[in-house]
């Protein structure tokens, strides 16, 4: 056929799928239409069906009968679960805003870049053999069409690269990839036009099979009966009709599980079948319709396979273009053409693992590397688009001539099946990090970290590398032999595993190693704060996404004044946050509990009325939770921040020690200041006694000098000046005594002499020593006195000394002439004595001051009574020593003033000790 | 603050939803059953029904059971209310 025919044919099919495309985005804005059904979501996840289904099965059915099936059984067995296990991904892919697999296990390992960098470098290397498949099959199969029966051996990558279909089928299916996926980035990473060209080529790769498979059967042959018939009396396809030796049943369970797996895994699964998802509920009718599209296009394989062997087996074409062969063997070229086309389909699913792969790589390893590197000053620019988009298309661009590459590496040495299934094996690595990270909240980072690395380096080891090998690019002794020889580290033959198919056998290690090392490392390691979130958000999706308003609450993504209250009562109580959401209310003209969506201002208000119990940091987490409509669960909220409360109680715990310290330096400041005061007051005490002293003795010298220098002095006169000079004596004398009573008092020096008297006798004697003093001034001493005597032990000298000086006082400041003094003696309860007179009064102001050193009313120089001012406070050490009580009783202005002191009407502690002096 | 409710007892004929998962993994554990080795050795005979092989007839014939199996499960049963959710307009109510 014509080069030039087949390749405008091919192309004008291309641009037909990209018209599609280009539509399909235009529509996208818009609700229901197909494209938001639920037929497309399912046929667009049959772009698991690629040119491996297309052109491969038959080869394998050809070669092995049945063992092509179980790649489609697996995805069944997994689409009866989907309604569990899909659903549940795309449910938490919404919330997550999860854009790739990569991202999904990031994000539920704590969004963590080296987990994502890891799975996109692991699908990387694993998917190059899968697109390298699809430029393979287009190449051959272009051949096929152009050089029949020719070059119908289909053999790839000879010649310089330029000449080879291959590079030009590379090329332009690139073109289409960016073409298609990456017109603009979306944050959604959602392309609802390649959706809907997907689905369009899934229809036809369906449709032109069964067309093919049809014509074949009923055409070429008289119905299945007659061709299963005419295969029987054939000696090899007889032996097809089994299943084969026992051993292949282990290759058989392998399959089935790999692909059941890789139904999930797959990049372009992750993407059409997560990512695209417009609604959940569409998961529930893929579950069906999606086996149902496997399992009509898998109905012809078999007849397709036999004819091909009956019918061309010595033509020496090779069992992956059987399809194509058998048309083209006939000259029916429309149907060889529309078959091409079919095939041509199947391999254009590779534009979308493409662009799925390009998206990971660019989003989950080059950006954050990129980022990284801080002399690029990547995070000061504005638009990073332009970026997104060029490193993509380099993505791109890159990926298909790697998988060009591994085709020219490679060549002939594997069949379709063998590349693909090469690829399943490495991307089931994902499968423990995947499922386990949804149903276990135990796994952690390094769990997925360790079982990934682990898994992948156990499948480079026994099935990428030996691909190589095979292919002369890695000595072929080492396959055989194992490295340097040793037998046990055989790379098909691990530790003496044998007799198992290399796919089997590395399928066996790699997922032992994986899921041996995931739950290993997982349950010995501990998950940060982040991470357990993020499992908790994962695992219990659907507990926390159906809440008390329904699952659609999910998409709103804002806050509900409901949430906010709920949020707030929990962490401020239930009055503050009423009394807050009132005066909101109140500020605002609002009636809150009409009001369901909360404004910017009331969330900002929660995040401060939060952040003052929690911090500003976690005030912001809990309230923007709330506000994109992901809950966390509070619960899971406060088990986090118990991490952060053992801190907090650590820091309170230091708080109250500083506390106390500074309790105690205030303490002892304050003791420090007293002391000084204490100090100061000493000195003013020494100062003033030493002036009090020297006063009297002032006089005494002047007038004895006066004496002595004037000895003709008149006789009146030196009686005048000698009384003066006895009574300044006097004075002098008595402050010293004073002043050493009060010593004495005050170091406890003094001697008490406690024996029993009769108080009424010494209140007598008193009246009677002070008698003269009351006569010189006029004044009225009066006397109150129970009758009888009241005998009291007690040291009677100091006692006498108080009231002596009580009523001295009393005489002082009573009027001259009107004066009346009262000495009164009551003795019930306590011993109570009291000096009342009716002089001036004490000031309310003095009051406090009465009873301390030096005080005397009217304490100004001009004004000074006689006495020494110390003679209070003397009176109150004996009175206190005594165990009494002193004070003055507070009268109005003008009324005079009355002290009192009371005794213990025990007797008096015995003397001699030293009584704890107060302030 | 009460949510809007969908009414889940609509219909007396529809399974509880939970019934729905547990049908879902017989299914798969069915499945399981079919198409690994016990079974599967049962049928690999020589004998040829209708001219064609018995292992073929077998597979093919119990993969479209199970397809419908898994259709019956997903069409009549009650969780076709939950889940009916997506980018819809808001839920009225409160």
């Not at chain 1, 020719?150 to 790839?156: P, Q, R």
């Not at chain 1, 289409?176 to 689905?199: C, K, N, Q, Y």
């Amino acid at each position: 056929m014509n080069t030039a025919l087949v390749a405008a044919v091919s192309l004008v099919y291309l641009l037909a799928m990209f018209a599609i495309a280009f539509w399909g985005d235009r529509r996208s804005g818009r609700e229901g239409g197909i494209i938001q059904g639920p037929y497309v979501y399912a046929l667009s996840i049959a772009v698991y069906c690629t040119s491996w289904t297309f052109y491969g099965s038959v080869g394998l059915a050809a070669e092995q009968g049945v063992h092509y099936l179980p790649i489609y059984l697996g995805p069944t067995l997994m689409a009866a679960l989907w309604w569990i296990v899909l659903r549940k991904m795309v449910r938490i892919s919404k919330i997550n805003r999860i854009t790739s697999i990569a991202d999904f296990i990031a994000s539920r390992h704590g969004k963590r870049p080296l987990l994502g960098g890891l799975v996109a470098a692991i699908a990387l290397v694993g998917l190059v053999p899968y697109i390298a498949l699809q430029l393979k099959a287009v190449s051959i199969t272009f051949s096929v069409m152009v050089d029949y029966p020719v070059a119908a051996d289909a053999l790839v990558g000879n010649g310089a690269f330029y000449s080879d279909e291959a590079f030009y089928a590379a090329l332009i299916l690139a073109a289409f990839a960016i073409l298609f996926g990456t017109r603009h980035v979306d944050a959604s990473e959602h392309h609802s036009g390649m959706v809907a060209a997907i689905a369009f080529e899934s229809l036809v790769k369906l449709v032109t099979f069964l067309l093919a498979g049809a014509v074949i059967t009923f055409v070429l042959f008289s119905g299945p009966a007659d061709l299963f018939d005419r295969a029987a009396d054939h000696e090899r396809l007889a032996q097809l009709f089994h299943m084969g030796s026992p051993g292949d049943y282990g290759h058989w369970i392998a399959l089935t599980l790999v692909s059941m797996v890789a139904i999930l895994a797959l990049p372009r699964q992750f993407q059409v079948a997560v990512v695209e998802n417009v609604r959940e509920g569409h998961v529930r009718d893929a579950a069906w319709l999606f086996p149902l599209y496997l399992f009509a296009i898998n109905l012809f394989v078999l007849p397709i396979a036999f004819a091909g062997v009956l019918l061309l087996e010595d033509s020496g074409v090779h069992p992956d273009t059987y399809v194509l062969a058998l048309p083209l063997s006939r000259d029916w070229t429309a149907l060889a053409l529309v078959v091409f086309l079919g095939g041509l389909s199947a391999a254009t699913a590779m534009i979308v693992e493409t662009v799925a792969l390009a998206t990971m790589l660019g989003n989950d390893l080059v950006m954050p590397a990129l980022l990284r590197l801080r002399w690029l000053r990547l995070d000061q620019r504005t638009d990073l688009t332009r970026l997104v988009l060029r490193i993509r298309r380099t993505a791109i661009l890159g990926v298909i001539l790697l998988g060009y590459a591994y085709i020219r590496a490679t060549g002939d040495t594997l069949a379709l099946v063998g590349m693909g299934l090469v690829s399943f094996c490495a991307v089931a690595q994902f499968a423990p990090a995947l499922l386990g990270g949804i149903f276990w909240k135990g796994a952690t980072r390094q769990g997925a970290l360790a079982g990934m690395a682990a898994g992948f380096a156990v499948w480079a080891y026994t099935l990428f590398l030996p691909t190589l090998a095979h292919a002369g690019w890695v000595p072929g002794a080492f396959v055989l032999d194992g490295p340097f020889g040793l037998a046990l580290l055989r790379p098909h033959a691990l530790f003496g595993l044998e007799g198992l198919a290399p796919v089997t056998h590395a399928l066996v290690w790699s997922m032992l190693v994986n899921l041996g090392a995931y739950v290993t490392v997982s349950l010995l390691t501990q998950q940060d704060a982040i991470e357990r979130i993020q499992a908790s958000l994962f695992v219990d999706v659907f507990r926390l996404s159906a809440g008390r308003y329904g699952i659609s609450r999910f998409w709103r993504g804002s806050a509900t004044v409901e949430d906010l209250f709920d949020l707030l009562r929990r962490f401020i109580g239930e009055t503050r946050a009423r009394r807050a959401f009132d005066e909101y209310g109140r500020r605002h003209g609002v009636d809150l509990s009409r009001t369901r969506q909360a404004d910017a201002e009331l969330v900002h208000l929660c995040e401060r009325l939060l952040a003052g119990s929690v911090g500003t940091a976690s005030a912001r987490v809990l309230v923007s939770n709330v506000a994109q409509g992901e809950v966390v669960s509070l619960d899971e909220v406060m088990e986090i921040l118990d991490e952060a409360s053992q801190v907090i109680a650590y820091s309170q715990k230091l708080e109250a020690k500083s506390r106390e310290l500074e309790a105690a330096t205030r303490e002892l400041r304050a003791a420090n200041a007293q002391l000084q005061q204490l100090d100061r007051m000493k000195d003013d005490f020494i100062a003033t006694v030493t002036h009090e002293l020297r006063t009297p003795l002032t006089s005494i010298r002047s007038f004895t000098e006066i004496l002595h220098d004037n000895p003709e002095l008149e006789p009146e006169r030196r009686q005048a000046f000698l009384g003066i000079i006895i009574s300044e004596s006097e004075r002098l004398t008595r402050l010293i005594n004073q002043v050493l009573d009060l010593a004495k008092l005050e170091s406890g020096a003094m001697r008490w002499y406690p024996e029993s008297w009769d108080l009424t006798r010494i209140l007598r004697d008193a009246s009677e020593a002070t008698g003269q003093l009351f006569e010189n001034k006029g004044v009225r001493l009066e006397l109150e006195l129970p009758d009888g005597p009241v005998p009291y032990t007690t040291d009677r000298d100091r006692l006498m000394q108080v009231i002596i000086n009580l009523l001295s006082n009393a005489v002082k400041f009573a009027p001259e002439g009107t004066g009346r003094v009262t000495l009164r003696l009551t003795a019930e309860a306590d011993v109570r004595v009291e000096v009342e007179d009716n002089g001036p009064g004490i000031p309310e102001a003095e009051i406090p001051h009465l009873f301390q050193k030096f005080r005397q009313v009217g304490d100004v120089l001009t004004d000074r009574p006689p006495g020494t001012g110390l003679g209070l406070v003397i009176c109150r050490r004996i009175v206190e020593h005594l165990g009494g009580r002193i004070w003055v009783d507070p009268r109005p202005p003008g009324e005079g003033a009355r002290f009192v002191f009371t005794l213990p009407r025990e007797a008096s502690p015995a003397g001699g000790e030293a009584v704890p002096e107060g302030g | 603050m009460a949510g809007a409710r969908r009414d889940d007892s609509a219909s007396g004929r529809r399974l509880p939803a939970s019934g729905a998962r547990e049908r879902y993994v017989a299914a798969f554990l069915l499945g399981l059953v079919l198409f690994f080795p016990p079974l599967l050795v049962v049928f690999d005979t020589t004998a040829r029904p209708a001219g064609i092989p018995l292992l073929f007839l077998y597979l093919y014939g119990a993969w479209l059971g199970l397809i419908l199996v898994i259709a019956w499960i997903a069409l009549g049963s009650l969780h076709r209310e939950e889940g009916e959710d997506g980018p819809g307009p808001p839920e009225s109510g409160a």
